[in-house]
């Protein structure tokens, strides 16, 4: 339970942040929630010389919303999603901020912790694929803005770079009729490090069943969360039947690409099928809203 | 029989330790500090099975601020364990190791910090060696063998016959044969192993320690560093929880004592949450088979039992484990036949031990789901198939167990009203469940783990000069369970005073010998010897009042703080309480009334007498048959409990949930009603995660996969229903004011109760736990094949 | 590695302390502060033997490192009792049994606090998610849901157990 030896710094704002990161480029780490990093000092997992505490850079809490978007600010709390009105396809992402962990993990976790930490079943991933989420990358001197659906690579890797620091996470305004829904399988009921997550989101026409643009987002299921662009596609201009979302739930399973670590892959192939039925299923109810 | 009027007892009294408890003021071992301590630190291995070819510890030593290195060639080779006829394990090792976790070595520096970076300067050279992981593995010709003195890598081996099953097979009408599997778990307790050992120069050694036996732990202390017994005090704190794996004096322990003998300073080590894990000393993997004869009106006439324990790498209570494996399924049906052969399997893996319940849950399982089997085959409900086998009090099982109280008919009823059973029996709608199981325990083991004739548990009360409260020292185990408000609350009820002029200070082998928390013990035994020790302080009081007083004591009595009169003369006690008054004057509250109080009497007795001292103590008499281990599974009573459980099972994912629970308990009498319930409680819900989420994994070279309470799935508040418990009191006559077990009995249903609730939604019979969702789907799935 | 310099409020009272930084706020409690209510089951925010209130917030303190309380409000299970007046959940704990080994109820009562504070009257639900975090294996939470259940309420509706809080006349 000893930590490794490191020098603790406390910028007040990004771009002082972004100065220190800059200076040390891969000898920092950056500390947010700390739900994960503590975690892995504590394994001696990474063994950094100096940790970057966000806590007191204000710039990158809190979220607002305006006709583009919603912007969270990456220091947004688990709870604080979980308890936000986000809309009937934005609740996607709120139901699995309330899957978290527990309360007391939701009150440290950040979502910008639980996708820099690009942990194949980092739950707050999914709901952001399927809501076309982009992220904002802040370095000294400079910003980029990617798709999260660029941003994953491998189990515990994604695209920044050491002195990069993720301030914001960029929701796209969606049209009207949409609705979105989250499900989560685990073996407990809280504490739980999901086994399967789907995330749907469902764009109606105007006549309310045919379906005009779908995302389908899996986690847990590969080596890093991903969209099933093939189940999705299946569903364009289908009605929303619970036959279609079935043929779609399919195409979901055969995407899916479980390493048989957790449950086996045939299991969580299945699963994949019937989170994914019920994920389409509440997605259009909220639609429809 | 009409159940006694009680002054203290069959009460819900809080406990006497909960505010202490709420306020964040209790001590626990990783409380304590002292002036000038150290920090320990041990070094275990990283392999599973090797050869020890050389350990170097200078560089370690040499490291500032480290004050001690010890290995086994500053310790000795001195053998221990649980059981002596099975002492296997030494503190260090020194020729080979046996398992990953696997102690070498132990530091202890002026911090934790320093503590640890000396381990990583130990370089120990191993020579690695094939491993086995499994019982079958280790079992196989030409298996890699764990320890020299048993070959086939058999710890132990157990074949008994009572009656005659091959002739008893013969007038069944049909024989069945059911298999269960479970898995390694670990205790779950929330407080990690912690304690402080401290020497001083004048030879002794005194050990703080998050136990169940400071009893135990004393004496391999003293064996194992060879300081005479007298000399040697172990201390418990409170305890956040045993369950079975705090049972047995730990490498933890001995490493802390042997270094702060070797220090001079007081030595603290706690282990991390993963070293819990590695320690282990938890529940084992039995993986049994079970053929069960039966007369097609339901009558069961025999039992044939095969059982295979997964024991890990040292024995630790093993012996005893494989024992009660078999012996525990005597009752509570009359079983006229019963074969039981059982086997423990040395595997590198850490040592399994005793868990709540022992070797008596996974076997409980599998024959109560083999009866709902035999039910459904003979269609017979599965009730009235355990209530027409079901024993009565007085009966004897084939081993010789004797149920001298057996509220078990009062289970079973109360727990078929209190679910509605038969309103929901078959009638439940697709997916959901119903199914019931019954079980028993022993209350206290009828020997100690070492051959001896030692009472079993000793008290000590001490009645303060004045004041009229009491002050009972005990070595008795608080792990939490509510030992020290059991004895509190009989010490009271016994001696006729409040039970807040009661106060407790437990678990110090200073005090008195206690054999410790473990086989469900403390309510009958240690609170027989409370009885005691109360009766003789109340001897001792009232004679002298009917001596002062010139009153018959056959008249005499003292009853909620005053002492009571039979008959026609009045107790003249007038001039004493003058005396009293004038000796406390200017105090407020002084006694007044017509009664004389205990608080007068007590004082009374000590100007007469000095200090009122008085000792209790208990020991079990000679129980159980002649046959070789015979004394696994006798006891002075039994504690039955029958539990119906609700499921509802999501066919698409497999996952369970646990919807109600209704358990009832034959506690005998309840000391202490919310405690009983409390009981019933942590049983079940231990029981609901070993049955549906709890697993110890490893991979293929020996390391655990799930070192965490993360990957260990404990029961969360989100998992447990709301449970009913009702309480049967049968009245036991050999428990103190008819008072048995309760801690260890309720456990037993619930995992068979389960099942058969799975069993009910479904129509698959799982043999396999834990019941995650996975194993749960593809069950369905391959059933749905089969079709 | 330089020590961080740092200011809170501990239980209502100003703290300033000198700490590593690569000491954790749980360990700083129990070692620097001498409060050890606040206990170590797992350190890795599984089990919630940790709970403390951050800015009234449950969090598992063992996820924190000490530097970051810098300027915060940090509430531990010996600040909940109002001198010898116990807080109205101790009292219900003491009462419905709710307590065993007792390791897991500083945790418990912090989160059950929190919960309180927010929503005086929760759901079994809501109680039982607020505690989903805090594990117990002794009591198998029937007697800890009931005891947050049944909790005596201040008679104006608020949930403090200090006079001072509240300024509602009848309280």
């Known amino acids: 339970m000893i930590l490794p030896k490191f020098d603790y710094n406390a910028p007040a704002t990004l771009d002082e942040a972004c100065q220190m990161m800059a200076n040390y480029g891969d000898r920092a780490k950056l500390l947010a929630g700390g739900t994960d990093l503590l975690i892995a000092l504590k394994k001696k997992a990474v063994t950094p010389t100096q940790v970057v505490a966000l806590d007191r850079v204000d710039e990158i809490l809190g979220f607002c919303a305006d006709e583009e978007g919603t912007y969270l600010g990456s220091r947004t709390t688990a709870a604080e999603i979980a308890t936000a009105d986000l809309g009937p396809a934005g609740q996607v992402l709120s139901q699995a901020a309330a899957q978290v962990g527990s309360p007391l993990i939701r009150n440290l976790a950040t979502i910008g912790g639980n996708l820099v930490t690009a942990m194949p079943a980092a739950d707050m991933a999914p709901p952001l694929l399927a809501l076309q989420a982009s992220v904002v990358l802040q370095r000294i001197g400079d910003q980029r803005e990617l798709l999260l659906s660029d941003f994953f690579v491998s189990p515990g890797e994604q695209v920044m770079l050491p002195e990069e620091i993720m301030s914001m996470i960029v929701l796209p305004r969606l049209p009207e009729g949409c609705g979105g829904a989250f499900e989560k399988l685990g073996v407990r009921k809280a504490l739980e490090r999901s086994i399967v997550s789907v995330a749907a989101v469902i764009s109606l026409a105007d006549d309310g069943r045919t379906i005009k643009g779908a995302r389908i987002a899996l986690g847990a299921v590969a080596p890093t969360p991903m969209l099933a662009h093939d189940a999705a596609a299946s569903l364009y201009d289908r009605k929303a039947t619970p036959k279609n979302f079935a043929t779609a739930a399919k195409t979901a399973a055969r995407e899916a690409r479980p390493r048989g670590l957790r449950t086996s892959a045939v299991y969580s192939r299945l699963m994949v099928e019937q989170l994914t039925i019920r994920a389409l299923t509440r997605a259009y109810e909220a639609a429809n809203l | 029989m009409k159940k006694p009027q009680f002054s203290v007892l069959n009460t819900r009294a809080p406990r006497v330790d909960a505010a202490v408890k709420a306020t964040g003021k209790a001590q626990y071992a990783d409380d304590l500090n002292r002036s000038g301590q150290l920090y320990g630190a041990i070094l275990q291995s990283p392999v599973a099975h090797a050869l020890i070819k050389n350990i170097d510890t200078s560089r370690a030593?040499?490291?500032?601020?480290?004050?001690?290195?010890?290995?086994?060639?500053?310790?000795?080779?001195?053998?221990?364990?649980?059981?002596?006829?099975?002492?296997?394990?030494?503190?260090?090792?020194?020729?080979?190791?046996?398992?990953?976790?696997d102690e070498i070595a132990a530091v202890a520096a002026v911090d934790l910090d320093t503590a640890q970076a000396a381990l990583d300067l130990i370089r120990v050279e191993y020579e690695e060696l094939p491993i086995v992981l499994t019982a079958a593995e280790a079992l196989a010709e030409n298996a890699p063998q764990l320890h020299d003195d048993y070959p086939g890598n058999i710890n132990a081996e157990v074949h008994q016959e009572f009656g005659d099953t091959a002739a008893a097979f013969k007038e069944c009408d049909f024989i069945h044969t059911h298999k269960l599997v479970n898995k390694r778990q670990d205790g779950g307790?929330?407080?990690?192993?912690?304690?402080?050992?401290?020497y001083d120069h004048a030879g002794r050694l005194t050990l703080h320690t998050s136990t169940q036996v400071s009893h135990y732990v004393q004496r391999t202390v003293a064996m194992m560093t060879g300081i005479p017994i007298g000399r040697v005090r172990v201390v418990r704190p409170c305890v956040g929880g045993g369950f079975g794996p705090k049972c047995e004096a730990t490498p933890l322990e001995i490493s802390a004592c042997f270094l702060a003998i070797k220090t001079g300073s007081p030595v603290k080590i706690t282990y991390s949450r993963e070293q819990v894990f590695l320690h282990s000393r938890a529940r084992h993997q039995?993986?049994?088979?079970?053929?069960?004869?039966?007369?097609?009106d339901g009558t069961i006439m025999a039992l044939a039992h095969k059982c295979t324990l997964d024991g890990g790498a040292y024995s630790s209570f093993g012996i005893a484990t494989v024992y009660y494996a078999g012996s525990l399924l005597g009752a509570p049906y009359r079983l006229p036949n019963m074969k039981y052969d059982g086997m423990r399997v040395y595997t590198n893996k850490p040592a399994c031990g005793a868990q709540r319940g022992h070797g008596g849950v996974a076997a409980r399982a599998c024959f109560e789901q083999q009866l709902d089997i035999i039910a459904e085959e003979l269609k017979i409900d599965p009730i009235e198939l355990r209530m027409k086998n079901m024993m009565e009090t007085g009966d004897t099982t084939c081993n010789d167990l004797n149920m001298s109280s057996l509220g078990m008919r009062e289970c079973v009823n109360a727990v078929k009203k209190g679910s509605a059973w038969k309103k929901k029996k078959g009638k439940l709608p697709a997916g959901k469940g119903i199914g019931m199981a019954c079980g028993f325990f022993v209350s206290g083991a009828g020997y100690p783990i070492y051959r001896s004739d030692t009472f079993h548990s000793t008290a000590e009360i001490k009645v303060?000069?004045?004041?009229?409260?009491?002050?009972?020292?005990?070595?008795?185990?608080?792990?939490?369970?509510?030992?020290?408000?059991?004895?509190?609350?009989?010490?009271?009820?016994?001696?006729?005073?409040?039970?807040?002029?009661?106060?407790?200070?437990?678990?110090?082998?200073?005090?008195?010998?206690?054999?410790?928390?473990?086989?469900?013990?403390?309510?009958?035994?240690?609170?027989?010897?409370?009885?005691?020790?109360?009766?003789?302080?109340?001897?001792?009081?009232?004679?002298?009042?009917?001596?002062?007083?010139?009153?018959?004591?056959?008249?005499l009595d003292i009853k909620e703080g005053f002492i009571k009169v039979k008959g026609r003369k009045k107790l003249d006690f007038a001039k004493f309480r003058d005396y009293y008054r004038k000796e406390h004057r200017g105090w407020p509250n002084l006694p007044e009334g017509d009664e004389l109080s205990f608080t007068e009497a007590a004082r009374m007795a000590f100007l007469e007498k000095g200090t009122i001292v008085g000792t209790g103590k208990y020991k079990p008499p000679i129980l159980g048959g002649k046959f070789k281990g015979a004394a696994v599974g006798t006891s002075p009573a039994y504690g039955g409990s029958a539990q119906v459980v609700e499921v509802t099972v999501d066919r698409d994912t497999g996952k369970i949930t646990v919807d109600a629970m209704t358990d009832a308990h034959d506690c005998g009498l309840a000391i202490n009603k919310t405690m009983v319930e409390g009981q019933m409680h942590g049983s079940l819900s231990m029981g609901l995660g070993e049955a549906l989420f709890e697993e110890v994994k490893f991979d293929e070279k020996g390391n655990l996969l799930t070192p965490s309470?993360?990957?260990?799935?404990?029961?969360?508040?989100?998992?447990?229903?709301?449970?009913?418990?009702?309480?049967?009191?049968?009245?036991?006559?050999?428990?103190?004011?008819?008072?048995?077990?309760?801690?260890?009995?309720a456990i037993m249903p619930t995992i068979p109760a389960i099942l058969n609730a799975v069993y009910d939604a479904t129509g698959v019979q799982i043999t396999e736990l834990p019941l995650t969702p996975e194993r749960v789907l593809l069950a369905l799935k391959e059933a749905e094949k089969e079709k | 590695m330089k020590k961080c310099h740092i200011t809170f409020q501990l239980n209502g009272i100003t703290r300033e302390v000198l700490v590593n930084p690569n000491q954790t706020l749980l360990r700083m409690l129990r070692e620097d502060m001498g409060l050890t209510g606040t206990k170590y089951g797992c350190g890795e925010g599984d089990c919630g033997a940790c709970t403390i209130l951050l800015d009234d917030e449950p969090v598992n303190s063992c996820l924190i490192l000490a530097a970051q309380i810098d300027g915060h409000r940090i509430t531990t299970i010996e600040g909940l009792a109002d001198g010898d007046k116990l807080h109205p959940l101790q009292t219900s704990f003491i009462e419905h049994g709710a307590i065993q080994c007792g390791f897991c109820t500083p945790g418990m009562l912090l989160s059950a606090k929190a919960l309180l504070d927010e929503q005086p009257e929760p759901s079994e639900l809501e109680i039982r998610t607020a505690i989903s975090g805090n594990l117990c294996r002794c009591t198998g939470y029937q007697k800890i849901v009931e005891a947050i259940l049944k909790v005596e309420k201040p008679a104006c509706g608020c949930s403090s157990a200090s006079e001072n809080d509240c300024q509602e006349e009848n309280c």
């Open chain 2, 61 to 101: 030593e040499r490291l500032p601020g480290v004050k001690a290195v010890i290995t086994a060639k500053d310790v000795g080779l001195t053998k221990y364990g649980v059981s002596p006829a099975r002492y296997d394990e030494t503190l260090f090792a020194h020729d080979k190791v046996r398992y990953i976790g």
């Open chain 2, 189 to 198: 307790f929330i407080e990690p192993h912690a304690c402080i050992a401290e």
């Open chain 2, 286 to 296: 039995f993986y049994h088979e079970m053929t069960t004869g039966f007369k097609k």
């Open chain 2, 464 to 555: 303060a000069e004045d004041g009229g409260t009491i002050i009972l020292r005990s070595g008795i185990a608080e792990i939490g369970q509510g030992a020290n408000t059991m004895v509190a609350m009989i010490a009271a009820e016994a001696l006729g005073i409040p039970l807040d002029d009661v106060r407790v200070d437990s678990g110090d082998t200073d005090y008195s010998v206690d054999l410790g928390a473990y086989s469900s013990r403390q309510t009958l035994m240690s609170g027989h010897a409370t009885k005691d020790a109360a009766e003789n302080i109340k001897a001792q009081i009232l004679e002298v009042v009917a001596d002062k007083l010139k009153m018959d004591i056959k008249n």
């Open chain 2, 709 to 745: 309470l993360g990957e260990y799935r404990i029961a969360t508040a989100l998992d447990m229903p709301n449970i009913e418990t009702m309480i049967i009191e049968s009245n036991e006559p050999n428990g103190p004011f008819g008072a048995k077990e309760v801690g260890e009995g």
